[in-house]
């Protein structure tokens, strides 16, 4: 049996968790195919969905993994889920699962909007697995909210999502519907959602150079899960086509300070949006499994 696991992690989290996955499913003797998103040239900056898709071998099981931005699966996540072959139940099966990171505050319609895009090109979704993780810009605050998530708090959920999904392709344990009856109501809980792309580009800063700090390790470039950040006459640069996801990678692991973004409004409203529902930066972990 086979699992194609798919995922795009832009600050760690996400291929984190799928890495974890991988190991249960090959702890049962089950072969994986990984296929990871980030920094993938065909598709960054390209945009070529469909020469990524051609490398997705023939699966019992297709697993898609991203992270939760301003309460949406990020939209490059779900732009594959769109273009995906529809399922033929031969080299491409109809079971599916999902899982998610998210930075403490909400996971959002992210799963709900997977299982719906999935349905539209045959896949039943049986489980979802939302695992609370370090929140990418939080790093840059005085406050950085789930600092170090995941870790091992989160393996047996991962093994309970695994052995739970293998049930069900194996036809132990198939329920009548999949999940995504189960999130309709997510929608109703967030409505008016904005579209998370317009939201980044109006309320994030661009990126700047300090050139005169820049020592010129190119670590930004490197760290760019989607290759915005390139060289040109020995510096670190954007490309013309802003393709940014605002990670804030580059500002976090600058040695130098020579990234330049004024985050200077997000820990207010972190802060806020946390004791909205009474939670904590440094809180227990809030991952759940949805079967």
Same mark, same amino acid.
């Given at each position: 049996?086979?699992?194609?696991?798919?995922? #795009?992690?832009? %600050?760690?989290?996400?291929?984190?968790?799928?890495? #974890?996955?991988?190991?249960?499913?090959?702890?049962?003797?089950?072969?994986?195919?990984?296929?990871? !998103?980030?920094?993938?040239?065909?598709?960054?900056?390209? &945009?070529?969905?469909?020469?990524?898709?051609?490398?997705?071998?023939?699966?019992?099981?297709?697993?898609?993994?991203?992270? =939760? $931005? =301003?309460?949406?699966?990020?939209?490059? +996540?779900?732009?594959?889920? @769109?273009?995906?072959?529809?399922?033929?139940?031969?080299?491409?099966?109809?079971?599916? &699962?999902?899982?998610?990171?998210?930075?403490?505050? @909400?996971?959002?319609?992210?799963?709900?909007?997977?299982?719906?895009?999935?349905?539209?090109?045959?896949?039943? @979704?049986?489980?979802?697995?939302?695992?609370?993780?370090?929140?990418?810009?939080?790093?840059?605050?005085?406050?950085?909210?789930?600092? &170090?998530?995941?870790?091992?708090?989160?393996?047996?959920?991962?093994?309970?999502?695994?052995? $739970?999904?293998? /049930?069900?392709?194996?036809?132990?344990?198939?329920?009548?519907?999949?999940?995504?009856?189960?999130? +309709?109501?997510?929608?109703?809980?967030?409505?008016?959602?904005?579209?998370?792309?317009?939201?980044?580009?109006?309320?994030?800063?661009?990126?700047? #150079?300090?050139?005169?700090?820049?020592?010129?390790?190119?670590? %930004?470039?490197? /760290?760019?899960?989607?290759?915005?950040?390139?060289?040109?006459?020995?510096?670190? @640069? !954007?490309?013309?086509?802003?393709?940014?996801?605002?990670?804030?990678?580059?500002?976090?692991?600058?040695?130098?300070?020579?990234?330049? !973004?004024?985050?200077?409004?997000?820990?207010? #409203?972190? !802060?806020?949006?946390?004791? /909205?529902?009474?939670?904590?930066?440094?809180?227990?972990?809030?991952?759940?499994?949805?079967?």
């Amino acid at each position: 049996m086979k699992v194609v696991i798919i995922y #795009f992690s832009p %600050c760690g989290s996400t291929g984190k968790v799928a890495n #974890f996955i991988s190991k249960d499913f090959e702890r049962l003797d089950w072969e994986v195919q990984l296929l990871n !998103m980030t920094k993938d040239l065909d598709l960054f900056p390209n &945009g070529d969905f469909l020469k990524f898709i051609n490398r997705i071998e023939s699966h019992d099981l297709l697993l898609i993994g991203g992270p =939760i $931005y =301003i309460d949406h699966l990020h939209y490059n +996540v779900l732009d594959l889920i @769109t273009r995906l072959p529809k399922a033929d139940d031969i080299s491409h099966s109809s079971n599916a &699962g999902v899982f998610t990171t998210f930075g403490k505050i @909400t996971p959002g319609v992210g799963t709900a909007e997977a299982c719906k895009e999935l349905g539209k090109v045959g896949r039943k @979704t049986w489980a979802a697995l939302e695992v609370d993780s370090e929140h990418c810009v939080s790093r840059n605050i005085d406050y950085p909210i789930s600092e &170090g998530l995941p870790g091992d708090e989160v393996l047996e959920l991962v093994k309970d999502f695994v052995e $739970y999904l293998i /049930k069900v392709v194996d036809d132990k344990e198939r329920p009548l519907k999949d999940i995504e009856s189960k999130l +309709v109501s997510s929608f109703a809980e967030f409505p008016n959602l904005a579209d998370e792309r317009l939201v980044t580009i109006n309320s994030f800063p661009d990126i700047e #150079f300090n050139y005169d700090l820049c020592e010129q390790c190119y670590i %930004c470039v490197d /760290k760019c899960p989607v290759n915005y950040l390139v060289i040109k006459d020995g510096y670190p @640069t !954007m490309l013309p086509d802003d393709i940014c996801v605002h990670c804030t990678n580059c500002l976090y692991y600058c040695p130098n300070g020579a990234v330049v !973004m004024d985050l200077y409004d997000k820990k207010s #409203f972190y !802060m806020k949006q946390l004791a /909205k529902q009474k939670l904590e930066p440094d809180g227990i972990s809030i991952s759940r499994l949805i079967k």
